[in-house]
């Protein structure tokens, strides 16, 4: 069985006796990559200042590879590697300079580990130069190596492609992964990139107002919503394509939308034989249009933020 790292159950918090954090449950894997979205004031900051002992939970249990971080404090942190909102490094220092010290703190740290990690995350050709000559994601980058000195078994990440150019969110994915498979980190994800997180992250737990409203995989999150087709005829017609359509062994679900238009979530494969069978039953088919569900979709339904915002394809039988 795969290890459980991180058990958060019944989490609550108030800040100034107005709850803020409701009920928030969930578990994180040992070789996986953990998002956690919300909108803007959803929780995740206090969520993640909890999980990292820079803010008291009022209520629920936090346990990090099996301690429980309100019981026993310093064994379970030991276990964390985190970096909130930007790394803190000495910008006139070296970057080998940063790690020394930073081993220095932690105990226990050989010269040979830095050199390690310094390989590990890339930064052999740069890691004696001056911080302050460093993009922004080289200093990520050595923010990461500092978190992961010591050999933690979970690595939290608030934001972690913040600032970065599309280059620089493409090369942090790419380590993100390595972090898990290759190291067998699990690695929590705290942003607000939906297109990252879908491409980067094995499971996800969408937080709105203080609750965790849904935890499951990425892909299989995605799939309570099958791609959707939006049906034109002539509006005379729209009774009947309605029960062709609700008829089809393709199709899941048919609504109305107004203007001899219906949607349907259906295999948008199959859509060249649904339009065979209403042209065979004499409804005129005007237009269709297919629209890929995306992880933003999912995200703006169950955080009533919004509809069916996605993709689009126009076109007679487009895909």
């Known amino acids: 069985m795969t290890e459980t790292v991180l058990s958060v159950k019944g989490l609550h918090k108030k800040i100034g006796g107005k709850p803020i954090i409701h009920n928030i449950t969930f578990d994180v894997?040992?070789?996986?990559?953990f998002g956690f979205l919300g909108p803007n004031g959803a929780g995740k900051t206090t969520t993640i200042r909890m999980l990292v002992g820079l803010a008291a939970a009022d209520g629920g249990e936090i346990h990090i590879g099996g301690i429980s971080l309100q019981d026993q404090f310093p064994q379970a942190i030991s276990q964390v590697g985190c970096i909130v909102e930007n790394p803190e490094l000495y910008k006139f220092m070296t970057g080998r300079e940063n790690l020394e010290q930073f081993a220095r703190m932690s105990g226990g740290i050989t010269l040979e580990r830095i050199d390690e990690i310094v390989r590990f995350v890339d930064l052999e050709r740069a890691i004696d130069d001056k911080v302050k000559t460093y993009s922004l994601g080289m200093r990520q980058r050595l923010g990461i190596a500092q978190a992961m000195l010591h050999r933690p078994k979970i690595l939290i990440l608030d934001e972690p492609t913040n600032g970065l150019d599309p280059a620089g969110i493409r090369?942090?994915?790419?380590?993100?992964?390595?972090?898990?498979?290759?190291?067998?980190?699990?690695?929590?994800?705290?942003?607000?990139?939906?297109?990252?997180?879908?491409m980067m992250c094995d499971r996800v737990a969408i937080i709105s107002k203080g609750k965790v409203i849904s935890v499951g995989l990425?892909?299989?999150?995605?799939?309570?919503?099958?791609?959707?087709?939006?049906?034109?005829?002539?509006?005379?017609?729209?009774?009947?394509?309605?029960?062709?359509?609700?008829?089809?062994?393709?199709v899941t679900e048919v609504w109305e939308v107004g203007d001899g238009r219906l949607k349907?979530?259906?295999?948008?494969?199959?859509?060249?034989?649904?339009?065979?069978?209403?042209v065979r039953e004499g409804i005129p088919v005007l237009g269709i249009a297919t629209k890929t569900v995306t992880l933003e979709d999912l995200f703006l339904t169950l955080t009533q933020g919004g509809g069916n915002r996605g993709t689009e394809h126009a076109g007679i039988g487009s895909k």
């Open 218 to 250: 990425v892909k299989e999150l995605m799939e309570q919503f099958a791609d959707q087709v939006d049906w034109t005829v002539q509006e005379a017609s729209v009774p009947k394509a309605r029960e062709v359509l609700k008829g089809h062994p393709a």
């Open 171 to 198: 090369e942090m994915r790419q380590f993100i992964r390595k972090l898990a498979e290759e190291e067998g980190l699990a690695v929590f994800i705290s942003s607000h990139l939906l297109s990252e997180i879908e």
């Open 29 to 33: 894997f040992a070789g996986e990559v």
């Open 264 to 278: 349907c979530r259906m295999d948008v494969e199959r859509v060249s034989d649904v339009n065979q069978t209403l």
